[in-house]
């Protein structure tokens, strides 16, 4: 008899063990935490500009550097300071954006849009509005919640009918998960 229960034993581990083989084995992994990333624009373009390279378009790339409110020709300015204008910002790495924040050195006020751009040049509104003419310099932050597509690119409509004067963005940062 006693032979009898150590077969069965012996039978039904072969059992259990040959139905354990045909599952995967149940690993415990972790899901990588979402990284933020942070980048100055590396090329941009506009509707004009009011001199080169002093208030040209590029001057509106990288960080910043001006800490003053001041007229700074450090600084991206359009052409005439009075009309409906426009600066598109690309961006060296696509995020999934989160937030634009664009420094402005002098004229605050004139901002109207912000749209993000995508890896298929389709450009998405994001914000609109009046931007506030205080303090000066200062930082229009534009919070988004995280895109569904990788935006590559910030465009900026301005209408500086608004405030009759010019608007000088020194830098645009985008925020977004890499």
Wanted: one cysteine or more.
């Amino acid at each position: 008899m006693r032979r009898l229960w150590i077969l069965f034993g012996v039978v039904m581990c072969g059992v259990w063990l040959s139905a354990c083989a045909g599952q995967a084995p149940v690993v415990i992994g972790t899901t990588p935490t979402p990284q933020i990333f942070s980048q100055w624009a590396v090329a941009a373009e506009a509707s004009s500009q009011f001199a080169y390279p002093d208030w040209g378009v590029n001057r509106a790339t990288g960080a910043p550097e001006i800490q003053a409110c001041k007229d700074d020709s450090r600084a991206w300015a359009s052409a005439l300071g009075s009309g409906v204008e426009w600066l598109r910002l690309t961006y060296a790495r696509p995020v999934y954006a989160t937030e634009v924040r664009i420094y402005q050195t002098f004229g605050r006020g004139a901002i109207s849009r912000v749209s993000l751009i995508d890896e298929t040049g389709t450009a998405q509104r994001i914000w609109e509005g009046s931007d506030t003419s205080e303090p000066c310099p200062g930082t229009l932050v534009v919070a988004v919640p995280q895109t569904t597509v990788r935006i590559v690119g910030v465009l900026i409509d301005l209408d500086e009918s608004r405030t009759g004067f010019w608007n000088q963005i020194d830098a645009v940062e985008l925020i977004g998960v890499r």
